[in-house]
């Protein structure tokens, strides 16, 4: 049985202020269910005040990317995966689409930062999905094999075991348009087909979240596709009330 997750991607959004408001607003609405885990990735420098907040709350703390080095050493701007155990997460962003788009973060990259998030025991959560241009040529399936390939080849199936993935299609990021349940249904199975491949077990555990302009007005008809898991929340998240319906859903799927 596989429990959901919700999580919310601040982005780089915020303020000591702001964030504390909104976190508190959310921790008044969340109950310690294990059906659902909550959790919010502040942007780094917000970290600790944000998790010192959450203690007690039952809300997980994640952050939106790591450094993909094993070691600690001279990496001018980048953090470790143990400065964020440090911290208090435990899981951690990785291979986002606009980390992917804007800074030019390869597959191969993001299998890195997979591995070192896992070596340091942060739970990563994979994120994959294809450009608007990718899903009308009909490449999505092709797509989601290579983003999941570079991982497997890197880190075997094994590593699944211990991970999140989230389908996150391009062209529904911050752009309002979301999948319909047809679309999010089906690339989820094609993820979970895929995994199970190498692992049928691994593949049935293993969470799917969708992400793409998940709202309170759609999460439940999501939520309720046997193989949508939960989801990654981006601008949604930055609302109280709407992150806290978002998760209602969850509870209620
Ligand atoms: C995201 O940032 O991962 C995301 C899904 O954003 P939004 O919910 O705003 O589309």
Redesign the pocket.
């Known amino acids: 049985m596989r429990s959901y997750l919700v999580a919310g991607?601040w982005?780089m959004n915020g303020s000591l202020a702001a964030n504390a408001a909104l976190v508190d607003a959310i921790a008044a609405g969340v109950s310690i269910a294990p059906k659902v885990e909550m959790l919010v990735c502040p942007s780094s420098p917000y970290l600790d005040s944000v998790g010192r907040r959450i203690a007690q709350t039952g809300i997980f703390l994640g952050a939106q990317d790591l450094c993909e080095q094993p070691v600690q050493g001279a990496f001018t701007g980048e953090v470790h995966s143990s400065m964020l155990i440090d911290l208090g997460c435990r899981y951690v962003l990785v291979g986002?689409s606009e980390r992917r788009a804007l800074y030019g973060e390869s597959d191969a990259l993001v299998a890195e930062k997979f591995a070192a998030a896992q070596a340091g025991k942060l739970i990563p959560i994979l994120?994959i999905g294809e450009t608007l241009d990718e899903r009308e040529s009909g490449q999505t399936e092709a797509v989601l094999s290579r983003q999941l390939l570079a991982i497997l080849d890197r880190n075997g199936i094994a590593a699944f075991a211990n991970a999140v993935v989230a389908y996150?299609p391009v062209w529904?990021?911050?752009?309002g348009r979301t999948a319909t349940v047809e679309q999010a249904q089906s690339a989820h199975a094609y993820i979970r087909s895929e995994l199970a491949k190498n692992d049928a077990k691994i593949a049935d555990l293993v969470r799917l979240l969708y992400?793409?302009?998940?709202k309170a007005d759609n999460a439940a008809s999501l939520f309720s596709c046997e193989d949508v898991d939960g989801g990654?929340?981006?601008?949604?998240s930055l609302k109280a009330t709407e992150f806290l319906a978002i998760y209602a859903a969850a509870l209620a799927a």
Do not use: P, Q, R
């Open positions: 991607n982005k986002h994120c996150e529904a990021i911050g752009t992400g793409g302009s998940v990654l929340i981006g601008g949604a």
